[in-house]
């Protein structure tokens, strides 16, 4: 199944990048003209909130293209605000929606998934609103955490709340990838600096991605020493064995 998926992934990207640069010049151009005309709509943030927002809702998809786009067409830091409220507003609809209709019933996980959403839910339980901090920054996508946060039980709603709120900000990394990409795909801009414009994205990416691999690999770790502490008690507790005192007898 794995196999499948993996050549499926691979045979998508590789049509994409196929597409890409067969119809480059156009699709560069249809970009930079929606860009332009969004830039000069009134209003056209608050849409792009709005995209964020109903792109936060799993098992929708499009969360990272919209705050991507943002930074394409507001630059850094202008996308930053757009990006930041429509994540944190979109967090708040899911949990508001997913707790409603009770959402947990319709998922069904396989045993091994199962068992990582146990070991979450019980790190949760223990971490609180650090734990819920740290889930929120990891690399898993944002509708996925939107999602696992929510469906779980024992999640305080008002740390939720702050986590989603603090976590928020992480969106202005693709706010700048977006501005990047605005730079780099700007017809006008000179030799020297496209080169310049070029390295500096390449090298933010790599930093990115290793920042990101350190946390998801810091996220799993603390959620599986939580998850064995509660079990290691647990075993001893029940293993306690009681001893009539003397005086008893």
């Given at each position: 199944?794995?196999?499948?998926?993996?050549?499926?992934?691979?045979?998508?990207?590789?049509?994409?990048?196929?597409?890409?640069?067969?119809?480059?010049?156009?699709?560069?151009?249809?970009?930079?003209?929606?860009?332009?005309?969004?830039r000069t709509t009134p209003y056209s943030s608050i849409l792009l909130s709005c995209l964020i927002i109903f792109t936060s809702i799993p098992p929708l998809i499009g969360f990272t293209f919209s705050t991507t786009i943002t930074?394409?067409?507001?630059?850094?830091?202008?996308?930053?605000?757009?990006?930041?409220?429509?994540?944190?507003?979109?967090?708040?609809?899911?949990?508001?929606?997913?707790?409603?209709?009770?959402?947990?019933?319709?998922?069904?996980l396989s045993p091994s998934k199962q068992e990582k959403y146990m070991a979450i839910q019980e790190a949760i339980e223990q971490g609180g609103f650090?734990?819920?901090?740290?889930?929120?920054?990891?690399?898993?996508?944002?509708?996925?955490?939107?999602?696992?946060?929510?469906?779980?039980?024992?999640?305080?709603?008002?740390?939720?709340?702050?986590?989603?709120?603090?976590?928020?900000?992480?969106?202005?990394?693709?706010?700048?990838?977006?501005?990047?990409?605005?730079d780099l795909s700007n017809p006008n801009l000179p030799p020297s600096a496209h080169r310049i414009a070029m390295i500096t994205m390449g090298c933010g990416l790599l930093i990115l991605i290793g920042v990101a691999w350190w946390l998801y690999r810091l996220t799993m770790e603390k959620v599986k020493e939580m998850a064995n502490s509660k079990n290691n008690s647990t075993v001893t507790i029940d293993s306690v064995v009681i001893v009539p005192s003397k005086k008893a007898i």
């Open positions: 199944m794995k196999k499948k998926s993996i050549a499926a992934i691979g045979g998508a990207l590789v049509i994409f990048v196929f597409i890409f640069a067969h119809y480059r010049s156009t699709i560069k151009e249809l970009i930079q003209t929606v860009a332009v005309e969004l930074g394409f067409i507001y630059g850094f830091p202008g996308g930053i605000f757009p990006a930041v409220s429509g994540a944190f507003l979109g967090a708040m609809v899911a949990f508001a929606l997913i707790r409603k209709y009770n959402f947990a019933r319709f998922i069904k650090k734990m819920m901090v740290l889930i929120r920054l990891s690399p898993i996508p944002w509708p996925i955490t939107n999602m696992l946060l929510s469906i779980i039980s024992t999640a305080n709603t008002q740390h939720y709340i702050m986590a989603a709120l603090l976590a928020s900000f992480k969106v202005s990394l693709d706010v700048w990838i977006g501005s990047q990409l605005a």
